[in-house]
């Protein structure tokens, strides 16, 4: 398995309330990437990063910060919470290349009430 | 990144192949076909890939129709384990990021698999 952890795990958090999700490789992976998984819904990209401090809108970027400082660390910042940011958020590695694969993490639920 | 049709569910018995279709019409020449799949309560897992060529590994075989325009993931013998949403997706060989930008997931297909 992929040496990517995520935490928390599970979070509840009140609206309004600023939260960081922590993504962590061993991998030495340049490319990381957050996700967001909705009921009923495939993975639907957040932001990703193609190096240290090169980060890049995904899909749904509205409303997520993140910052990678370090190769092997990507954060995801919800600024202020909303209801709509309850989600399972996955994070992922992969390499470069033409036909690269992603490897994901476990993911974090977050509640926000 | 061109769209991908897959039927929302699939049943199949245990120790039996199981065949996934992926529709993909408007596939270009540099899209390579990619599978992922997610088990309940985890993140989803990369199964194969192809472009051309059927490919096989130690998880699945991926036959890619001659005018490319569909394919199969086929699981030879299926096992309760193998019960999860599969993804077909299509991802351009040739994008200007050397792949950095994301996978765009579709519903899937959600496998079920009966004793």
Same mark, same amino acid.
């Given at each position: 398995?992929?040496? +990517?952890?995520? $935490?928390?795990?599970? =979070?509840v %958090?009140?609206t *309004? ?18 996700y ?9 990209? +957040?932001?990703? $990063?193609?190096?240290? =401090?090169? %980060?890049?809108? *995904? ?48 993911g ?6 | ?31 390579y ?83």
């Amino acid at each position: 398995d992929a040496g +990517i952890t995520q $935490s928390p795990r599970h =979070k509840v %958090t009140e609206t *309004g309330t600023p939260v960081t999700l922590r993504c962590h490789q061993t991998e030495n992976h340049r490319y990381m990437y957050w996700y967001r998984q909705d009921p009923g819904h495939g993975l639907r990209l +957040i932001h990703y $990063s193609y190096g240290v =401090k090169d %980060t890049d809108k *995904g899909e749904v970027s509205d409303g997520y910060s993140v910052s990678r400082s370090k190769t092997e660390d990507f954060l995801l910042t919800l600024e202020s919470a909303t209801s709509s940011q309850t989600s399972v958020y996955f994070c992922a590695i992969s390499t470069p290349g033409l036909a690269y694969e992603q490897y994901f993490g476990p993911g974090t639920r977050l509640t926000v009430t | 990144d061109a769209k991908t049709t897959q039927p929302n569910s699939m049943e199949s018995n245990e120790e039996e192949p199981v065949h996934l279709p992926c529709n993909h019409s408007t596939i270009s020449g540099t899209d390579y076909i990619h599978w992922y799949r997610q088990l309940p309560s985890q993140g989803p897992e990369y199964v194969i890939h192809g472009l051309t060529s059927n490919v096989n590994n130690r998880m699945a075989s991926l036959a890619i129709a001659e005018d490319r325009k569909s394919s199969t993931l086929i699981l030879h013998r299926a096992t309760l384990r193998d019960a999860a949403v599969y993804y077909c997706i299509l991802r351009d060989g040739l994008d200007s990021g050397g792949g950095a930008d994301g996978l765009t997931f579709g519903k899937g297909t959600h496998l079920i698999i009966q004793p």
